[in-house]
């Protein structure tokens, strides 16, 4: 399967100011997903990157609060805004080929004081 | 509303006998379910998964069973070993077509721990 390489693993940011996450795979996938797991939750699927155009975001969430980029087919970035206490979270990338499971990076836990 | 159900947060099983972890779902639309591992400080690992068209797939020490009446999957670990002591998530996805179809929805995690 794919390497998945997450940046930051851990941050703590002030009130807000935003975080950008970085996710590069070592080779070209078709499909990329950000997810964010809240305290005590299950995953959560923020958004769909799409390549060249625009991220496919779900319910609850816009693309003010959670810009993305996904410039090529191997690195995305999921940008979190307006930094709150409850955007505390640890938030993942996840990668999958048609047909294929989705994989995961090793998230990047976020702290807001 | 939840639309997919681990009711059990936690499981303790002696190394060396089953574990059996649990998940039920609600949506009909769901077609495909897998099984994470995860590790603390870790991304979830994906384990072994299925399709709706089948009602059973064996990986080595783990099985999962799909029961599409009743809406309900489980994870057979058998021998179960100290190794995997993890939070295992239970996922499912389907409907829709291109990305949608694999957008997956997940349990609240049933974190395992195995005695030896």
């Known amino acids: 399967s794919a390497v998945i390489s997450q940046k930051p693993s851990r941050d703590i940011c002030q009130r807000g100011t935003s975080l950008t996450i970085q996710c590069q795979v070592d080779s070209q996938v078709t499909m990329m997903f950000w997810y964010r797991q809240q305290p005590g939750q299950s995953l959560t699927l923020i958004a769909t990157?799409?390549?060249?155009?625009?991220?496919?975001?779900e319910s609850g969430f816009v693309i003010d609060k959670f810009p993305i980029s996904r410039p090529n087919l191997t690195f995305s970035t999921l940008t979190v805004s307006n930094l709150s206490p409850e955007d505390s979270s640890i938030y993942l990338c996840?990668?999958?080929?048609?047909?294929?499971?989705?994989?995961f990076g090793d998230g990047t836990r976020l702290s807001i004081l | 509303d939840q639309q997919v159900k681990q009711n059990s947060p936690s499981l303790s099983v002696q190394e060396g006998r089953i574990s059996i972890l649990n998940c039920d779902y609600t949506?009909?639309?769901?077609?495909?379910f897998l099984w994470y591992k995860k590790y603390p400080a870790e991304g979830p690992t994906f384990l072994i998964s299925i399709s709706s068209i089948k009602d059973k797939n064996e990986d080595g020490r783990f099985t999962v069973f799909l029961n599409k009446s009743a809406k309900h999957l489980s994870l057979h670990i058998v021998p179960s070993q100290p190794g995997d002591s993890a939070v295992y998530f239970c996922a499912a996805s389907g409907g829709g077509s291109g990305a949608g179809s694999y957008q997956l929805t997940f349990g609240k995690g049933t974190k395992l721990s195995v005695i030896p």
């Open positions: 996840s990668v999958a080929g048609l047909g294929q499971p989705q994989h």
């Open positions: 949506n009909s639309m769901f077609d495909y």
């Open positions: 990157a799409n390549q060249g155009s625009e991220a496919t975001y």
